[in-house]
């Protein structure tokens, strides 16, 4: 059974700091591995994707990746309370890459 | 579409009745996924489709539940004699196996009353 791993939060942070999500996975093979952002009532959007191990950044995120230990983080520079959401985290397999997802975190941005 | 298209986007259904939920995927995306979403909880996954294998049905709760997908495009899941623990959102997500980026269409909010 694949996993991956996510504390739920609620992770609390004001505004302007740096908000620090992580996400730990089982599949030692997982090739792909991403960031989704959903607000409440809405659905999931990709905000980043990683392929290889070091740090992938975008604007005010950037995504870090250890294959080694398993571990995938997303760094949100800035936070602003526009950020206020939960964040899944999810992990592909080779080949057909079949996608599993963490169940989130919380986020919350205090102004 | 630009998008994945799912309806109807609402649905409220007396329990025992049969319910289909619907999803258009991108155009040319091979892989579909069907998740469900109950209130302040995670992706349940339940069914995975990809190209002309055959689909992955590991997380279909019981055998109420079924998929498929006709000609590698449309999906159509069916709950048949609903229960109001069937309540929740339904989500669809497709995309390109190669990239692995899955997008998510606006989801099927289903209530059993």
């Known amino acids: 059974q694949k996993e991956v791993e996510q504390n739920s939060g609620p992770l609390s942070v004001p505004e302007g700091a740096i908000a620090s999500l992580n996400c730990t996975y089982s599949?030692?093979?997982?090739?792909?591995f991403f960031w989704y952002r959903q607000y409440s009532g809405k659905s999931p959007e990709l905000i980043m994707s990683?392929?290889?191990?070091g740090d992938k950044e975008d604007g005010r995120f950037t995504a870090q990746l250890n294959k080694a230990s398993q571990y995938v983080s997303l760094l949100i520079r800035d936070s602003q309370p526009s950020d206020s959401a939960t964040y899944l985290c999810?992990?592909?397999?080779?080949?057909?890459?079949?996608?599993?997802f963490g169940t989130g975190t919380k986020l919350q941005v205090i102004p | 579409g630009a998008g994945v298209s799912q309806s109807p986007s609402n649905k409220v259904t007396e329990k025992g009745k049969d319910v289909e939920l619907r999803c258009d995927p991108i155009?040319?995306?091979?892989?579909l996924y069907w998740y469900r979403q109950s209130l302040g909880q995670g992706l349940e996954f339940l069914i995975y489709?990809?190209?002309?294998?055959?689909?992955?049905k590991s997380g279909l709760p019981s055998d109420r539940f079924s998929a498929e997908r006709t000609g590698g495009s449309v999906s159509t899941l069916t709950i048949q004699r609903t229960q109001q623990e069937d309540s929740a959102v339904y989500l669809c997500?497709?995309?390109?196996?190669?990239?692995?980026?899955?997008?998510f269409g606006q989801g099927t909010r289903l209530t059993v009353v």
């Open positions: 999810a992990v592909g397999e080779g080949g057909y890459q079949k996608v599993t």
């Open positions: 599949d030692r093979g997982s090739q792909s």
């Open positions: 990683i392929y290889s191990n």
């Open positions: 489709f990809q190209g002309n294998s055959a689909p992955d």
């Open positions: 997500a497709s995309y390109l196996v190669l990239q692995g980026e899955a997008f």
């Open positions: 155009s040319g995306h091979t892989a």
